[in-house]
């Protein structure tokens, strides 16, 4: 399911990575309730390739500055750390990191996970580099033949080749500027902005990077690794139907399908962010058509019968949001009249021999009497959503169940809050803004 790291963890511009046979994610580390984007420390997960579902916590693989249990990675700065890459050259592991404000650098391991050592900053005449000695969002392709390129930029898209031998000395002469869809006319949700990150497909080179209107993943080809890179469209938007914020991620190819990792927004912060991942196509032209955001993961369908945090939301509208409680609480808050939740896709299975079903849902109370219909395929009629039922809330804490339709087969479910109002109809106004409750988790009976 969707975030699919353990709920309590954030991982966010999440790089993946295919060593042996294991899928690693390497990215920044958000924190519940941060006021800023990224931390001190990075961390590293990973999952067999025979069980994305099942992900293993490596620990700590690098710090700008010591804890309790680890000394720091770097001699030169405490600064933030923001976006990593990994990538392997010879038998030895690369980490190439970002660090806000200072001079990012290249480290090593011999082991995936890490932890890392610290080699150097990013080594390069002053003509041959940009960004100041960060080297904002790095992402690195080891090409066919061996040699290495680093792609990297705030605003304008860099890359240059780096020094196979040494990995974070950048060749002199080789820095190139990229014009990525960057005319006055272009519209944002095509210019670059950030979060380079380079793969090969075949013979195609592909940077993966986020457009200037920052909810969107966007994608440019090229026929070289150092361009000229055209922009070919964007593959995922997790600011449709859900609080938007910025977004980062990569594809990968696992098992044969085509996946693209991505992060969303909780807490009603942007600064907050957990992983995600999409299935993908990739069509013989080379495109990627766009997805949408599920809450499925790596599964192919959610099953109803079994409870459903209510946090996995993929499509959260009206103000409502995901908040934390505890480390093992977190709820969709603020749900008042007309907000809605929604899960894609559940799979229902085949006919039954009945026709109803119940539906239970938890939740904490808001003090307010209010209902929560449910709908498949659409959050209302008009948009081709059929209601199957509604559970009257009431003041308390509690689980609340009601009967509805039978279901068959595969369809979203969307959860609308809807307040049951004073008699008086000069109040609906004062009860629209009102709390009626916040969920945690709901489930299906048969």
């Not at 990297?152 to 990995?167: C, I, K, P, V």
Request: aromatic residues 14%.
């Amino acid at each position: 399911m969707n975030p699919f790291l353990p709920l309590w963890e954030y991982i966010p511009d999440a790089e993946p990575r295919i060593f042996g046979d294991r899928v690693y994610i390497y990215g920044s580390h958000d924190q519940f309730d941060g006021t800023e984007f990224c931390n001190y420390k990075l961390k590293v997960w990973s999952a067999p390739l025979n069980n994305l579902n099942q992900w293993t916590c490596h620990g700590h693989s690098f710090h700008t500055r010591p804890d309790t249990d680890h000394p720091s990675s770097v001699p030169h700065t405490e600064n933030r750390l923001y976006a990593p890459d990994v990538i392997k050259k010879g038998d030895k592991y690369y980490l190439y990191t970002y660090i806000a404000g200072a001079k990012g650098c290249v480290s090593i391991s011999d082991k995936p996970e890490g932890p890392f050592k610290f080699l150097s900053t990013y080594d390069y005449a002053p003509e041959d580099g940009g960004d100041d000695g960060v080297f904002n969002d790095i992402g690195v392709l080891v090409d066919d033949d061996g040699r290495v390129y680093c792609y990297y930029g705030f605003e304008r898209s860099n890359m240059g080749e780096l020094d196979a031998e040494t990995m974070y000395k950048v060749i002199h002469g080789s820095l190139k500027r990229h014009e990525i869809a960057d005319s006055p006319e272009t519209p944002d949700e095509e210019r670059f902005y950030e979060a380079s990150s380079p793969r090969k497909i075949g013979d195609t080179y592909y940077l993966i990077y986020s457009p200037r209107k920052g909810s969107r993943l966007a994608y440019a080809t090229a026929p070289s690794p150092t361009g000229p890179f055209t922009y070919r469209g964007y593959i995922i938007d997790n600011g449709v139907d859900y609080p938007a914020g910025n977004n980062h991620g990569s594809i990968c190819n696992i098992n044969g399908e085509w996946f693209v990792f991505y992060h969303r927004m909780t807490n009603n912060s942007i600064t907050s962010r957990r992983a995600c991942v999409e299935r993908i196509t990739i069509l013989p032209d080379g495109s990627i058509p766009p997805v949408e955001m599920t809450s499925l993961g790596f599964q192919n369908a959610l099953n109803p019968y079994e409870p459903t945090k209510a946090e996995i939301a993929c499509v959260l509208t009206g103000g409502c949001f995901v908040t934390e409680k505890d480390v093992f609480r977190r709820v969709v808050t603020k749900l008042t009249d007309g907000c809605v939740m929604g899960y894609k896709y559940f799979d229902f299975g085949e006919d039954y021999a009945t026709k109803t079903m119940e539906f239970a849902i938890k939740v904490i109370g808001g003090g307010h009497r209010g209902k929560v219909r449910i709908f498949i395929d659409a959050p209302c009629a008009e948009n081709g959503g059929t209601e199957i039922g509604a559970v009257e809330i009431g003041l308390n804490d509690g689980t609340y169940r009601t009967r509805v339709e039978n279901v068959t087969g595969k369809h979203a479910v969307y959860l609308v809050t809807e307040m049951l109002h004073a008699p008086r109809a000069w109040m609906d106004e004062f009860f629209k803004t009102r709390t009626i409750c916040e969920a945690e988790e709901f489930v299906f009976l048969k």
